[in-house]
């Protein structure tokens, strides 16, 4: 999986020339939150709600409301924006984009093919990501395999378990926590009661 695959490819962008009120009227027109700024063809920086929410006068200032607007109607995105901009490559793999975000405690990426941004990653994104690759949208049932003992070729035996008894893996995925490897794959409903018959008899742990 590649970002290109679960990226929003429509991107929204603004130069730094833009007025900060009519990029906040954009965000809002088109139900986002960040705006990447971009000037002759290039990402000079990102724009984001909360950027704009702390760009504005503090609830403290003596300020009216009108000065206020005045002040929004005269500032530029180029004034506010944050520059220092981390982004990901199109071809990078999903994982190190989540990655990134996380060790930059940010929530966007742009998505970059060589110095044009081709979309933009969300934590939105990533949600969507995870529900298409454990198949959520799907009738199924969760069954997992507890793994005591790691050996090669043990997804391939419980393929073969599966095959054998006719029963369909609907979607699988290995994953580890606190040391402990658990296979957890989605079956029909219907095919619950044998598929642990099965996996039981061959003596694996199901829960």
């Keep these: 999986m590649t970002v290109a695959d679960y990226m929003t490819d429509k991107v929204i962008t603004v130069n730094p020339d833009t007025l900060v009120s009519v990029a906040v009227s954009m965000m ?42 005045y002040i929004f109607n005269k500032m530029t995105v180029g004034e506010i924006m944050e520059k220092e901009v981390q982004t990901i490559s199109y071809d990078a793999i999903l994982e190190d984009g989540i990655y990134k975000m996380r060790q930059h405690d940010i929530g966007v990426l742009p998505v970059m093919d060589g110095e044009q941004v081709v979309g933009i990653l969300t934590t939105n994104d990533i949600l969507d990501a995870f529900l298409d690759i454990t198949d959520y949208q799907q009738k199924d049932t969760v069954v997992q395999i507890v793994i005591e003992q790691d050996s090669t070729g043990i997804i391939f035996k419980i393929g073969q378990l599966m095959a054998d008894n006719d029963l369909n893996i609907q979607t699988l995925m290995v994953t580890r926590h606190m040391g402990e490897i658990v296979i957890e794959m989605h079956v029909d409903p219907s ?5 642990r018959a099965v996996l039981e008899s061959a003596g694996f742990t199901v829960r």
């Design 28 to 69: 809002k027109d088109n139900q986002i939150h960040r705006l990447p700024v971009i000037e002759t063809g290039k990402l000079v920086g990102l724009v984001t709600a909360g950027i704009v929410e702390a760009a504005s006068p503090s609830a403290a200032t003596s300020l009216s409301i009108y000065e206020v607007n």
């Design 191 to 195: 095919d619950q009661i044998s598929v």
